[in-house]
């Protein structure tokens, strides 16, 4: 695989804890339009033209969603404006409520949640022309009103529908207790660089991306820490494209004093200060 933007990194499948695993397929199939690619009693994984997106498991655990950090959003990539619209009219006609839209510069941006509350962002790239980046590689984003209408009209009705093939994971926006803190954990450890920062909130990338992760304590300093099974996000999943990126990757991570568990030769985890738990495997 090719990593886009000069990006030693991929942002493979996001995997979610929770409780009603029946309704949460229905609601990932039927609703955002991806397709099952495996199945069990106990999880489901889902995903675009045959690449994985979402892996939900069934948790017994019954905590409140936004008790602890975790995941922000999910960010999925559609490969065009017209893919973007596709998925927003028929999201639309089915009377799904968004939680918001925007225009942030480089991207257009629409955000709802799932039935049990984990954040997803559908969105689509502008073209790299039309990003503001500045001559020391930062990008820097704004949140202005998205021409919504416009992007309606566009959509095209498909029955049944499905979403773009090409569609995958763009980036991932977690929730932490120090996001200058998170961020600097995982500029370190994955060797990201910050893109665009405020007080509250960072957006950092590999390469010239906008960005592959973003953190933010927007939730406040008192929530719990994640824990193994917990409703909302068991982990994500970054890919890298040698075997030497996953020992650096695996040092870094000792370095930062975070727990290191190696899954197989070819894939290991890490976990970050609030318990938020990171896969990297080879692709």
Excluded: C
């Excluded at 990932?28 to 690619?37: A, H, W």
């Excluded at 994500?236 to 996953?246: A, M």
């Amino acid at each position: 695989m090719t990593y886009a933007y000069n990006s030693k990194i991929y942002l493979a499948e996001v995997v979610l804890n929770v409780k009603d695993l029946a309704r949460q397929t229905a609601f990932y199939t039927q609703i955002l339009g991806l397709e099952i690619q495996s199945q069990t009693e106990e999880e489901v994984l889902l995903g675009a033209g045959g690449k994985p997106l979402v892996r939900l498991i069934q948790t017994d655990r019954t905590e409140a969603l936004k008790a602890s950090y975790g995941l922000y959003h999910m960010a999925i990539l559609l490969p065009s404006r017209e893919d973007l619209a596709d998925v927003f009219k028929h999201m639309a006609e089915l009377n799904v409520p968004f939680v918001g839209a925007a225009n942030h510069g480089y991207s257009e941006a629409l955000y709802l949640e799932d039935p049990e509350g984990n954040g997803i962002e559908l969105y689509r790239d502008k073209p790299v022309a039309e990003w503001d980046i500045r001559e020391d590689g930062r990008i820097i984003g704004v949140t202005e009103e998205l021409s919504a209408q416009e992007i309606y009209e566009m959509g095209r009705k498909v029955e049944p529908f499905q979403i773009a093939s090409d569609t995958r994971m763009g980036h991932v926006h977690l929730s932490v207790r120090d996001s200058r803190a998170a961020s600097t954990f995982y500029q370190k450890v994955l060797e990201l660089a910050d893109k665009f920062t405020v007080p509250s909130a960072s957006w950092i990338a590999s390469g010239d991306y906008h960005h592959h992760l973003a953190v933010n304590e927007w939730a406040g300093k008192h929530l719990a820490k994640r824990e193994a099974h917990l409703p909302g996000l068991a982990y994500y999943v970054v890919q890298v494209e040698k075997k030497e990126d996953l020992v650096a990757i695996a040092e870094r991570a000792k370095e930062q004093e975070a727990a290191v568990n190696w899954l197989t030769s070819s894939e290991l985890e890490f976990t970050d200060p609030d318990g938020i738990v990171t896969r990297v495997r080879k692709g």
